[in-house]
DNA sequence: TAATTTACTTGCAAATAGCAAGTGATTCGT
DNA sequence: ACGAATCACTTGCTATTTGCAAGTAAATTA
């Protein structure tokens, strides 16, 4: 088996009830209002499930940043964790009806950066 | 006339063309992938437009890191400098046509926090 | 014109990010 | 079945960022 989940003292995940306020946007934003979360959410929505497969991103994100964000997925339950398809003993990601719900905010920040952001485009495709 | 825009020493705005990747995602989260930058283009769209506006939203947002945050919405044509309305010499924040253009974002985003996260409710209202 | 408000800056401690280097299971190759 | 490679992490360390509290100076108000 691969090594327990991420510990508590590696990056510390904020208690759960400390909201900065009721606002729905500010709650989506403790979250996932950082540089990388929504950048993992958007692997697992092109298919990808696996540690490595975030890893390889182009983006690059560190593995210890990447144990700290699904982790807290986990425990915002926008993530689970299921069997992987290779019939090994090793876990792979899923999105929760709650993370697929997300869906369209990825969708509107993707047509943003295509339309107001030169250069950008689209470079992963689904599995 | 209030003092000058924030100087660079307080909080470093990174060197612009430093793109983690081509993805449009990514590039998004370059500009506001982080827990405050939009709730000030929340507070935009609802139609304030000044410093004391945003601090005096209920997520209570620290004086230094608005500064940087606006800095940084102009650096990256997101928001623009009018004079205020009242006629004195002070001037007001807006959203460029850029800025306009993430209405989308956030209201999925606000659509998303309402229907999955329990207990919040839309509490600033369009002035 | 004195007091208040606005729009910031500065200084500092604490938290977080990110790099490089492990570690120990699991899986692959032969 | 055994060694090598891969996978999914953790740890240690430094650099950067956050956020609080306390200024500061111009603009506005009384």
């Known amino acids: 088996m691969p090594k327990a989940p991420a510990s508590k003292r590696a990056l510390k995940a904020p208690p759960p009830p400390s909201r900065r306020s009721p606002c729905p946007v500010a709650c989506a934003l403790d979250l996932f209002g950082d540089r990388w979360t929504l950048l993992v959410i958007r692997d697992l929505m092109l298919g990808r499930s696996r540690f490595k497969d975030f890893v390889s991103s182009p983006e690059g994100i560190p593995t210890n940043i990447l144990s700290?964000?699904?982790?807290?997925?986990?425990?915002?339950?926008?993530v689970c964790q299921i069997p992987a398809t290779d019939g090994g003993k090793r876990m792979a990601y899923e999105l929760t009806e709650k993370g697929e719900a997300l869906r369209p905010i990825l969708k509107s920040m993707r047509d943003w950066g295509l339309s107001w952001e030169a250069g950008t485009k689209v470079l992963l495709q689904p599995v």
Do not use: A, M, S, T
């Open 68 to 78: 700290d964000r699904l982790e807290r997925l986990l425990e915002g339950g926008i």
